[in-house]
Structures are given as structure tokens and as C-alpha cells.
């Protein structure tokens, strides 16, 4: 795996800390961010069609059909701002959105990205997310959407350490601690020195 590609997806469950690392890595890089999530939640803010559509999906705890994820993403690693590379920050979340991306950089010629499992066990992400639920509130935090995530994240989207186990593409981080403990096994995992 080429280590100076400065191309990732960020996998784990909800409330294991992708966004918080993939936002730090992104400003760290100098690449995009490209959280799945902010720009579905964006959509719904805007009373746009897709929005509406995807209000329903979100408030069941519900995953975005494949379909209209792939061309979201397809459409967005195609702005200027990931020609330097990229964090997929909810993105694949089922094995047939995997496939579908692999095969877009496929006929892009591009390499695929790096894969960042983050681990964390359930009584740490039930207790990230019971404080979130406070502090950052979003639609889906509700206590029986959250555990409605975790449900679907476990069918839907935990098939894809597999996927990418096989391919050996799968790097794992714990990702239990402290923001920078985290961020600093990150950093040692993808070769990346601190600032």
C-alpha cells in the first residue's frame, strides 16, 4: 500500500470519532473532508428535493440508497479540492457502495484510498453519544435513533472490514482515548508526523 497517498476512508461506528480525526487529519494534509453526513444534514437544511428525501431516511436511522450516495460521490471527488487527496468520512457504508467506488477510481485510473478502521467498544461509543446528545445535538442523536445506527452499522456497514480486510486495504486505529491519543496513533498508522 503506497503510504504517501493522501487518500483515506474513515470507517467505524457512530460516535468512534471519524469526523472529530477526519477534520483534523484534512486541515493537517491540506486535503478535503468529505463527511457524507454534513452534506446530507446541508441538504435537508436547504429544503432542497434530495434534502427531503433524505429527512425521512435520516429520522429512521436509516441508510441513503446506494444509488444516490455513489453519485453524490462521484460527483464531489471531482471538485478542485480533492486533487491533492481526501478523507471519506461516511462513505462507503455498504459493501455494494464499496464495490461501486472501486470501480469509479477503476475507470479513473486513480489508486484506491487507504482504509481507517477507528475501533471502539459499545459502552465507550453509548457514552460519546449520550454526550453528544448534550453538547452537539443533531437529529439523529435521539437515544432510539442512535441505537438504531449502531444496529444498521453492524448489518449494513460492519460488512465492509471484511471486504477490505481481503483486499488488505484495512488499517485499524483504536480509537478509544483522548482526541490527540487518538490523533497520534492516527498520525503513526498513516505516516504522518505531527505538525
Request: a negative charge; hydrophobic letters at 40%.
Amino acid at each position: 500500500m503506497d503510504k504517501s497517498l493522501k487518500q483515506f476512508i474513515f470507517l467505524g461506528p457512530p460516535g468512534a470519532g471519524k469526523g472529530t480525526q477526519a477534520k483534523m487529519l484534512s486541515e493537517e494534509l491540506g486535503i478535503a473532508h468529505i463527511s457524507t453526513g454534513d452534506m446530507l444534514r446541508a441538504a435537508v437544511r436547504q429544503g432542497s428535493e434530495l434534502g427531503q428525501q433524505v429527512q425521512a431516511i435520516i429520522d429512521a436511522g436509516q441508510l441513503v440508497p446506494d444509488d444516490l450516495m455513489v453519485g453524490i460521490i462521484q460527483e464531489r471527488l471531482q471538485a478542485a479540492d480533492c486533487s491533492e487527496g481526501f478523507i471519506l468520512d461516511g462513505f462507503p457504508r455498504t459493501v455494494q457502495q464499496a464495490e461501486a467506488l472501486a470501480e469509479m477510481l477503476k475507470c479513473a485510473n486513480a489508486p484506491h484510498p487507504r482504509v481507517v478502521l477507528f475501533e471502539v467498544p459499545d459502552s465507550v461509543l453509548h457514552e460519546r453519544l449520550e454526550n453528544r446528545r448534550g453538547a452537539e445535538a443533531r437529529a439523529d442523536d435521539a437515544k432510539d435513533v442512535q441505537l438504531e445506527r449502531l444496529r444498521v452499522y453492524r448489518d449494513q456497514t460492519a460488512p465492509l472490514i471484511s471486504f477490505y480486510e481481503e483486499r488488505s486495504l484495512l488499517e485499524r486505529v483504536e480509537g478509544v482515548g483522548s482526541v490527540e491519543e487518538v490523533q497520534n496513533r492516527l498520525r503513526g498508522r498513516v505516516n504522518v508526523d505531527p505538525a
